[in-house]
């Protein structure tokens, strides 16, 4: 099952930052989180993954609370093309299951 | 920038029939991945396959199911024989090490009818 909790769905202004939430509140040590997003039917796409820092790239921004429980992505300029389901994904990339774990993810509709 | 490449992209075929979903990994890669995802759910895992044996699979991935890679390029996943239930867009992934990302394909589309 996936380790973590997003809201089903959540609508930005175009051109406004989206801050999307994930809670993982069971996270372990060396889980780091990653983020995906999946367009219309397309392949879900890779975003941005991060351990304890903030991370950036140019897609969006990642930022980790201290105790790790949870998560926020931030793209800063939401665009119409930015409307997809994204997916907040726990999991240790060196040991273990080699297998990522989809959950629901939240559905973001950019409006005009 | 390198792809995952899928084909075809959307397969028909008849209950009982075998069919074979190919894809192109990203060159350096090595290890590979098949999810499925039915229409209106989660994407989900089926099976990882790396030096040339599956590491992992789901209960979804039974004797039905089977993944080769028959040359330096291509992986595939062969369902032996269709049911209805089986109607889903597939993906491929392929990483070049377990700790970097996944890059998917575009999928295809099997309909069994």
């Known amino acids: 099952d996936a380790k973590t909790t997003q809201p089903t769905s959540m609508d930005c202004a175009e051109g406004r930052a989206a801050n999307l939430p994930c809670n993982h509140s069971t996270i372990s040590g060396n889980e780091y989180v990653y983020w995906y997003r999946q367009i219309h039917s397309q392949g879900p796409q890779y975003i941005i993954h991060?351990?304890?820092n903030n991370e950036t790239n140019e897609m969006a921004s990642l930022i980790i609370t201290e105790d790790r429980k949870s998560s926020t992505l931030i793209l800063p300029h939401a665009t119409l093309r930015d409307t997809a389901v994204y997916y907040c994904i726990v999991k240790n990339p060196v040991a273990g299951t080699y297998k990522y774990i989809f959950g629901t993810g939240t559905r973001l509709k950019v409006l005009a | 920038e390198p792809e995952v490449t899928q084909t075809p992209s959307h397969q028909v075929t008849q209950m009982g029939q075998e069919v074979i979903l190919r894809c192109v990994p990203i060159s350096n890669h090595l290890y590979f991945y098949w999810y499925r995802q039915i229409l209106g759910q989660k994407v989900e895992f089926l099976v990882s396959?790396?030096?040339?044996?599956?590491?992992?699979k789901s209960e979804i991935f039974d004797d039905q199911f089977s993944v080769e890679r028959p040359d330096g390029s291509n992986f595939t996943l062969k369902i032996r024989s269709t049911k209805l239930e089986d109607s889903a867009m597939y993906f491929c992934?392929?990483?070049?090490?377990?700790?970097?990302?996944?890059?998917f394909g575009n999928g295809t589309r099997l309909t069994v009818t």
């Open positions: 992934a392929s990483t070049v090490r377990p700790a970097s990302p996944l890059h």
């Open positions: 396959f790396y030096n040339n044996e599956i590491s992992e």
């Open positions: 991060g351990l304890k």
